[in-house]
C-alpha cells in the first residue's frame, strides 16, 4: 500500500551511547547493512518522501548512502524532538501524512506501517503501534524508592512508526516541547491518540543484547 500524500522522517541522530560501539547507533551494520538503510528499506514501501534527522557530523556520509531524489538527508538535533522538527520543516506543504520512525527500529515490518497509515486514511490524527507490558512497571523517587504502581492492564510499551497529519504533528512540534515520543507532544494538545497492536520485531535496538538479538534475527551471529 502507498498513499500519495504520505512522508516518512526518520530520527537517525541518536549517540548510540548505550550501545557502546563508538559510532552512531544508526550507522552499525548487521549483515552488511546499516541499521539506518534496513529502516528506510522497510518503510519505504508507503512513503513518497523520506526524511532522515543526520547525527551530527555525518550528514554528508549519511547523502552518500541515498542518493534517490526521494531521500532528504537534515542535521539531526540535540534531542530526538528537536531532531523530528528539523526533519519536518522540510516536508513540501503537499503532504498530508507523516509516519515518524526510529532508525534503531529498523527490523519494523512494512505491513506495521501499513497498519498504522491505514488508520490515518479512516480519519485518525494520531496512530500509534503499542504493545502489553508482561513486567510489573513501578514509578520511583530520585532516591528509588516506590511511589507507585499503575494497573499493568492500563501500560502499553509504545513503539514506531507513530502517524499523524501533518497539521498536528506541526501543532505538536510548535511548542518547542520535548519529550522521548512524538505522540507524548500530541496528548499534550488534548487530540486523541490512538493505539494499534504493535510488533516484537519493532523492538528498538538500544543496548548490546538488542544487538545480538538483532544478528541472531538475520542468521548473523
Ligand atoms: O534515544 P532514543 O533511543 O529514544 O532514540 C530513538 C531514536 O531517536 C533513534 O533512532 C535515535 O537515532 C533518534 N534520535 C535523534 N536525535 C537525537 C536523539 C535520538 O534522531 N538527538
Do not use: C
Amino acid at each position: 500500500m502507498s498513499h500519495a500524500d504520505t512522508a516518512v522522517i526518520i530520527p537517525a541522530a541518536g549517540s548510540g551511547e548505550r550501545l557502546g560501539v563508538g559510532i552512531p547507533k544508526a550507522l552499525v551494520e548487521i549483515s552488511g547493512q546499516t541499521l539506518l538503510e534496513r529502516a528506510v528499506q522497510n518503510i519505504s514501501a508507503v512513503a513518497q518522501l523520506i526524511v532522515i534527522a543526520a547525527p551530527p557530523g555525518f550528514e554528508e556520509e549519511i547523502k552518500k548512502i541515498f542518493t534517490e531524489p526521494s531521500v532528504l538527508v537534515v542535521a539531526g538535533g540535540r534531542v530526538r524532538s528537536e531532531s523530528v522538527a528539523n526533519a519536518l520543516k522540510v516536508i513540501p506543504s503537499k503532504y498530508q501524512y507523516v509516519l515518524v520512525h526510529d532508525a534503531a527500529r529498523a527490523f519494523a515490518p512494512t505491513e506495521l506501517a501499513e497498519r498504522v497509515l491505514s488508520e490515518l486514511i479512516q480519519g485518525q490524527s494520531a496512530v500509534i503501534p503499542a504493545l502489553d507490558v508482561v513486567d510489573t512497571i513501578k514509578v520511583v523517587d530520585a532516591e528509588d524508592f516506590v511511589v507507585d504502581t499503575p494497573n499493568r492492564s492500563t501500560l502499553r510499551a509504545i513503539q514506531t512508526p507513530q502517524g499523524f497529519t501533518v497539521d498536528v504533528l506541526k501543532q505538536a512540534h510548535a511548542t518547542g516541547s520535548d519529550a522521548t515520543d512524538d505522540a507524548a507532544l500530541v496528548s499534550q494538545l488534548g487530540i486523541p491518540v490512538k493505539t494499534i497492536i504493535g510488533e516484537p520485531l519493532a523492538r528498538k535496538i538500544t543496548t548490546l543484547a538488542d544487538l545480538t538479538w538483532a544478528r541472531e534475527l538475520v542468521g548473523q551471529s
